[in-house]
């Protein structure tokens, strides 16, 4: 079965550190990936997809089918990345169902 | 283009009251869910459709009933609301198509809270 693991709650950096969020996923196929970021009581957004290789706000996302990771990075993080992000496998063949993995908070202090 | 709407955003309900949530969209998108935010606990698929007078169960349907009766709404009932189900409960759609390009559009949330 598909699955979307997210093994960190919570993740709290200063301003101008690195930020990795990590992303791993189970599927048999070839997936595609997403990560959707929430910023406070706002509602959910995608932030950007596997497939389009592009980097938003500073971040990127690299597909690593050997580790099946596709963990969040950023060079340097800014207190307005505070958010809920959420990793997710978002069609699968046959399914309709989105798999979300749990969410990571990330803050950042000033 | 308004995107994915939620009524109502607050409602407090006492225990064994019934409401319904509704989610709009004008998108002309077919799928639409129905997902629950607890801390911890990240986003979780109560119901979903996909398509007008289709509705499936996703991940965690008992105390809720849906109904898509029009393509563009997407209903959500409480019958017997109990303090479990006080969440933050999020509405989504998406297009048909099978592509890898196709995200999830959300309303912006209802909060509920059961008494």
């Known amino acids: 079965a598909q699955r979307v693991t997210q093994p960190e709650k919570l993740l709290s950096v200063f301003k101008g550190a690195p930020v990795e969020l990590k992303c791993n996923y189970s599927?048999?196929?070839?997936?595609?990936l997403f990560w959707y970021v929430q910023y406070s009581r706002q509602r959910l957004q995608l932030l950007l997809r596997?497939?389009s290789r592009e980097s938003i706000k500073g971040f990127t996302a690299d597909l690593n089918k050997g580790e099946t990771s596709f963990h969040l990075k950023k060079p340097f993080a800014q207190e307005e990345d505070s958010a809920m992000y959420y990793c997710a496998l978002p069609w699968m063949g046959g399914s309709y169902i989105p798999t979300f993995g749990r969410g990571t908070s990330l803050i950042v202090h000033p | 283009n308004a995107g994915v709407t939620q009524t109502p955003k607050f409602r407090v309900l006492k225990t064994g009251q019934s409401m319904t949530l509704l989610c709009a969209q004008d998108?002309?998108?077919?799928?639409m869910y129905w997902y629950r935010q607890d801390p911890g606990m990240g986003l979780r698929l109560i119901h979903y459709?996909?398509?007008?007078?289709?509705?499936a169960k996703g991940e965690v349907p008992d105390g809720y009933n849906v109904s898509r009766l029009k393509k563009q709404n997407f209903l959500l009932g409480l019958e017997s609301a109990a303090p479990s189900q006080t969440s933050v409960y999020f509405c989504?759609?998406?297009?048909?198509?099978?592509?890898?390009?196709?995200?999830?559009?959300f309303g912006p949330g209802t909060r509920l809270t059961v008494l």
């Open positions: 596997h497939i």
């Open positions: 459709s996909v398509g007008e007078g289709t509705t």
């Open positions: 998108m002309n998108h077919e799928y």
């Open positions: 599927y048999s196929g070839s997936p595609e």
């Open positions: 989504a759609s998406r297009a048909l198509a099978e592509s890898s390009y196709n995200e999830q559009f």
